[in-house]
């Protein structure tokens, strides 16, 4: 993961520019939440990475699809073979900007907007998402939480469990981004 990182910021996604303006969050975590009449479905991980370039308010995010944990190991077969097709589409990847200017010397909360493109399950959809930074003594928190329409991203129920999964799942975003020079 560390390698893919390194390889992406330097060659990548346009977010290279001056080190002291580059983000990196080694450990996001991701949530989401299905609510459905016969059971609640819900997983997380910790295993997504990101970048953020406060100069030019770029951001980037990517998470394993397999990394997200159930309570029930069957959820998580279900969820990596039958509905996301974990090996066919290993992860899930976010590429877009922040609205508002980001100033890390400058402590306090920021209510912002994030614009971009998710690619879920290899379909890439523009989103907004409203969110919030914290900043404080030069490290970014980010919280986000969003809709995510299963049938958006040609995401599948069978008819036989369509009762068992929402339509809509609720995503959890949240990283704390220090400068790069110091998550070396």
């Given amino acids: 993961m560390k390698i893919g990182l390194t390889f992406f910021i330097l060659f990548g996604w346009p977010l290279v520019g001056w080190s002291q303006d580059l983000y990196l969050a080694r450990r996001m975590a991701f949530s989401f939440f299905s609510e459905a009449p016969v059971e609640d479905i819900s997983a997380k991980t910790d295993k997504g990475v990101s970048a953020l370039n ?3 308010r770029a951001i980037y995010f990517k998470v394993p699809i397999r990394s997200f944990e159930f309570r029930k190991s069957l959820m998580k077969q279900h969820f990596n ?3 996301l097709e974990s090996e066919k589409y290993p992860v899930a990847e976010f590429r877009g900007n922040v609205l508002e200017n980001i100033d890390p010397k400058k402590d ?3 209510p912002v907007t994030v614009q971009g493109k998710l690619n879920i399950h290899g379909v890439i959809k523009d989103y907004t998402v409203k969110g919030e930074l914290q ?3 030069g490290s970014i928190a980010a919280n986000a939480k969003f809709p995510v ?3 958006d991203h040609r995401i599948k129920i069978p008819s036989l469990v369509i009762r068992n999964i929402a339509e ?3 995503v959890q975003v ?3 981004y220090g400068p790069s020079a110091q998550t070396k």
């Fill in 174 to 176: 949240s990283a704390v």
């Fill in 149 to 151: 329409k299963l049938e």
């Fill in 108 to 110: 306090g909360t920021i």
């Fill in 54 to 56: 406060v100069s030019s």
């Fill in 168 to 170: 809509i799942v609720d």
């Fill in 81 to 83: 073979e039958n509905y």
């Fill in 135 to 137: 900043v404080s003594n």
